[in-house]
T-cell receptor, first 112, second 113 residues
């Protein structure tokens, strides 16, 4: 049962344009959401997070939007840079739980 | 460099064998988490230790076990290995019980042949 879904395995964008990575979840008890970035041969690195009490969190070029009614979150990267090319994992956690539930990831390629 | 060290980086072994994966958390971090990433799968939570005690279990097979030692390093033991156990195994650590913003190691790639 995939509680966190990233339906796009890959995404390709041009440098300077916006990248939008999407994530859907099914468990309404999730109350904290995170995005991780993973380069080949490295472990995932934390990128940005959002609490369910917010609908937007911004950090530099990265913004995460949360739509609780739709059980949907998205990561916007603008402007996209070639160095952003990586696999992006969406993750969610339920308050009181210690288990991060990950999506399968979306491979972003930013073309120069 | 996340500060989390995993050894070995690569491991090739035969079916039926037993292996031990090692994780050294960031200095001061009390929590260690283990994840498995199989081909085309997201990271699957296996188990969480906090200050030497098991805190939570995820989709961990009975053939797998883990422990966290007094110096806070952790080992994941995989026994009676099957071809399907081939995967990337990640360790992550955090300073708190909560898993938010945990720092991941580079992973151990296990190949069972």
């Amino acid at each position: 049962d995939q509680q966190v879904k990233q339906n796009s395995p890959s995404l390709s964008v041009q440098e300077g344009r916006i990248s939008i990575l999407n994530c859907d979840y099914t468990n309404s008890m999730f109350d904290y959401f995170l995005w991780y970035k993973k380069y080949p041969a490295e472990g995932p690195t934390f990128l940005i997070s959002i609490s369910s009490i917010k609908d937007k969190n911004e950090d530099g070029r990265f913004t995460v939007f949360l739509n609780k009614s739709a059980k949907h979150l998205s990561l916007h990267i603008v402007p996209s840079q070639p160095g952003d090319s990586a696999v992006y994992f969406c993750a969610a956690i339920q308050g009181g739980s210690e288990k991060l539930v990950f999506g399968k990831g979306t491979k972003l390629t930013v073309n120069p | 460099d996340s500060g989390v060290t995993q050894t070995p980086k690569h491991l090739i072994t035969a079916t039926g064998q037993r292996v031990t994966l090692r994780c050294s958390p960031r200095s001061g971090d009390l929590s260690v988490y283990w994840y498995q990433q199989s081909l085309d799968q997201g990271l699957q939570f296996l188990i969480h230790y906090y200050n030497g005690e098991e805190r939570a279990k995820g989709n961990i097979l009975e053939r797998f076990s883990a422990q966290q030692f007094p110096d806070l390093h952790s080992e994941l033991n995989l026994s009676s290995l099957e071809l399907g156990d081939s995967a990337l195994y990640f360790c992550a650590s955090s300073s708190q019980v909560s898993n938010t913003e945990a720092f991941f190691g580079q992973g151990t790639r296990l190949t069972v042949v």
